[in-house]
């Protein structure tokens, strides 16, 4: 990892070539917080665009769309955009486009239903990214396909402006980012639990990756306002509704003989699917829940961040409930 990998890569042989960036905030005086991520996959023609703003009335804002991407010079499509201005260190984040505002995020199972529902309203949303910690780099390859091998992730701070239809609010809060490039599936891994959260002085990520056979990658790290730690172990123990989706968890990091224990509480969650034939022509269906999170540790110290929960559905259940 180089400062210079900040910027897009040259585009790899694979059909599926994805890279991308994430960028999570939340700010706890407004009680509000989302994410934004943008994909180019330029040999498939294509890009992949999401904004999800968690609104303090329960009420989420959220536009998806596939832009035609035909390069990868740039993170610039579908009215949003990332850019680097100090590579590792400053980003800039805008979005000037519609949104539909879901008054029931679980509606979201179902997007063209719950589109078609929902009003749309007109978004602006504008960030100045600082970097609280140095990057940390991890490599998610699994036995079932790419997924992400070139991959870091960043806690940062977030400052700017916020308008959806009449409602402007002004942001100050923490959060994560992440980039990756190489080839990409969304069916690669079996389940996968991403969890994160960030303060002022104290942040984490961590990562289970598992696989059809029980086995998992797991990684991680945590900044303790001084020392970024690499994860030597991580424990998820989840606890679900009557949809299998997460409500709350408990996560266990250790790293050099240090331990934090967090206890997770989601404030709202957004399930989002992902559909993809095989070449035998069966439609496999992958389901991503992104729950935001509020976390706490036993000092009394609190975080906020985000659970993604993805799995691969099988007979119409999520593959990782033992996680």
């Not at 690669?188 to 002022?200: D, I, Q, T």
Request: proline share 6%; net charge negative.
């Amino acid at each position: 990892m180089r400062p210079e990998d900040d910027y897009t890569h040259p585009v790899g042989a694979e059909a599926n070539f994805n890279e991308s960036m994430y960028f999570h905030f939340y700010d706890p005086n407004e009680r509000l917080g989302g994410f934004v991520r943008l994909a180019n996959r330029p040999n498939e023609g294509r890009g992949e665009m999401t904004v999800c703003l968690y609104l303090p009335d329960g009420e989420v804002a959220f536009s998806f769309g596939r832009p035609e991407v035909s390069s990868n010079d740039r993170f610039d499509a579908a009215r949003l955009r990332f850019v680097v201005r100090e590579p590792m260190r400053r980003h800039k984040v805008s979005y000037c486009g519609d949104v539909f505002l879901i008054h029931d995020p679980s509606a979201l199972s179902d997007p063209r239903t719950a589109f078609r529902s929902s009003p749309q309203l007109p978004c602006a949303l504008e960030l100045d990214i600082t970097a609280t910690a140095p990057a940390s780099a991890h490599t998610f390859e699994t036995a079932g396909g790419a997924f992400a091998p070139n991959h870091y992730e960043q806690l940062l701070s977030a400052r700017g402006r916020l308008r959806v239809g009449r409602r402007v609010v002004q942001i100050s809060g923490h959060g994560l980012r992440d980039h990756s490039w190489g080839p990409r599936h969304w069916q690669a891994p079996w389940f996968y639990r991403w969890v994160h959260g960030a303060a002022e002085d104290f942040g984490f990520m961590g990562a289970w990756f598992g696989q059809r056979d029980g086995s998992a990658l797991r990684g991680g790290f945590v900044w303790d306002g001084d020392t970024l730690s690499e994860l030597d172990s991580l424990e998820i123990a989840s606890e679900r509704d009557d949809r299998d989706e997460q409500v709350a968890m408990t996560v266990v990091l250790r790293s050099a003989g240090r331990e934090w224990k967090l206890d997770g509480t989601v404030l709202a969650k957004v399930p989002l699917r992902h559909r993809r034939e095989a070449a035998d022509g069966v439609v496999q269906t992958t389901r991503i829940v992104e729950g935001l999170t509020k976390w706490a540790l036993p000092d009394g110290r609190v975080l906020h961040g985000m659970s993604e929960y993805l799995d691969q559905i099988v007979e119409g259940r999520p593959a990782g409930l033992g996680v």
